[in-house]
C-alpha cells in the first residue's frame, strides 16, 4: 500500500532520511520508531506531500506521490503533531467545515458515523478548548477519518497524554485498522509501539536499521536481558537470545542481578547504543 525507495532528505547537512526503502501492506498498523531527530516526521511529510525528498519516489497504493500529489490528498488522511483544530468552534463545527472543503458524500451522516465509532457523540456540540488533550486528538482523528481515508497518517498519536486516555486511543486505532484501512503512525513510545503496531521500522539519523513485528524484532536481537549493577554503582544491561545463555551470563555478575524477557527499548539500544528519550 506504501511504497519507499532509497527516499532521501536533507536540511543542510543534516541528512533527515537516508535512503529508506520501506514497503508498508495493506492493512497494517505500521509504526516507524526512532528517537527525536530520527526522521520520522520528515518521512510522513514526504508521504503526505508536504516536502519533497532530494531523491527516490515513494507511492501509496500505486499512485506516485511526486507526480500526484493532489490525487496522493484524496486517499489519505494525516493526523499532525501539533493540534491545528479551530479551537474556538465545536466538534461538530470543525468536522463539518472539513468535511465541506473536501466535499465529502453525504456529510452529515458521515459525521453522525464517526462520532458514534470515536465515541464523541455527547462531546460534538462542545467547543474545542473545553475539551481534554485527549479528547481533543480524538477529534483530529475524527476529522482525518471523514474522507474515509485508505491510509491513515499519526505523527506521535500519543503525546502528552496519560496511560489511561492512551490506552483508549490505542483500542480506538485497532478498530480503524478493522475498518480495512493502512495506519502508519510515528512514536518514541516503545509501548505504543509494542502494543499497537503489527510491524515497526526502527530510524535512527534517518536510516532504517531494523524492521519486523516486534517479537521478530526480539527474537533476532535478544529475548531475554540480565541486568546488574556495576561497581561504580551504574544499572547496566546485556541482551542474550536464551534463557540458559542469560543464566551463564548472570553467574558472572555480582551485584543487583536479574533476568527479564527483553522489549523493544532493548533492541534498540543493542542495535544503536542509544537510549530513546522518554
Ligand atoms: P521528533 O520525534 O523530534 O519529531 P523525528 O524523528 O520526527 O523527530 P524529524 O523531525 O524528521 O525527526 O527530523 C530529522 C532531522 O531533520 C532532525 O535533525 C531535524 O533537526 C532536521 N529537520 C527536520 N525538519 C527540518 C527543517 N525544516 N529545517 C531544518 N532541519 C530540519
Not at 468552534?89 to 464517526?114: A, D, F, P, Q, S
Not at 544491561?237 to 534463557?243: L, N, V, Y
Request: hydrophobic share 35%; net charge positive; charged share 30%.
Amino acid at each position: 500500500m506504501i511504497l519507499l525507495q532509497n527516499v532521501s532528505k536533507s536540511y543542510g547537512k543534516t541528512k533527515a532520511v537516508d535512503s529508506l526503502t520501506l514497503e508498508i501492506k495493506k492493512g497494517e498498523i505500521f509504526g516507524l520508531l526512532g528517537p527525536n531527530g530520527a526522521g520520522k516526521t520528515t518521512t510522513v511529510k514526504i508521504l503526505t506531500t508536504l516536502t519533497k525528498p532530494d531523491s527516490g519516489s515513494c507511492f501509496i497504493d500505486g499512485i506516485d506521490v511526486l507526480k500526484n500529489p493532489q490525487e496522493i490528498k484524496k486517499i489519505i488522511g494525516v493526523v499532525p503533531q501539533e493540534n491545528n483544530l479551530e479551537r474556538e468552534l465545536t466538534v461538530y463545527e470543525n468536522l463539518l467545515i472539513y468535511g465541506m472543503l473536501h466535499k465529502v458524500k453525504n456529510l452529515k451522516e458521515r459525521i453522525e458515523k464517526i462520532l458514534y465509532t470515536l465515541e464523541l457523540y455527547e462531546k460534538k456540540n462542545s467547543i474545542v478548548t473545553t475539551l481534554s488533550g485527549g479528547l481533543q486528538r480524538r477529534t483530529l482523528l475524527a476529522r482525518a477519518l471523514l474522507t474515509e481515508p485508505k491510509v491513515l497518517f499519526l505523527d506521535e498519536p500519543s503525546i502528552g497524554l496519560d496511560p489511561h486516555i492512551r490506552r483508549q486511543l490505542w483500542q480506538i486505532i485497532r478498530k480503524i485498522k478493522t475498518e480495512g484501512r493502512t495506519v502508519l503512525l510515528t512514536t518514541h513510545y516503545i509501548e505504543e509501539a509494542e502494543a499497537l503496531c503489527d510491524r515497526v521500522g526502527i530510524l535512527s539519523y534517518g536510516r532504517l536499521i531494523a524492521l519486523g513485528s516486534p517479537s521478530e524484532l526480539k527474537k533476532d536481537v535478544g529475548e531475554y536481558v540480565v541486568e546488574f549493577i556495576d561497581k561504580d554503582g551504574n544499572l547496566l544491561s546485556e541482551i542474550c537470545h536464551s534463557r540458559e545463555e542469560a543464566y551463564e551470563l548472570a553467574k558472572l555478575r555480582h551485584n543487583g542481578v536479574t533476568i527479564r524477557k527483553s522489549n523493544l527499548e532493548d533492541v534498540f539500544v543493542k542495535l544503536t547504543g542509544e537510549r530513546i528519550e522518554k
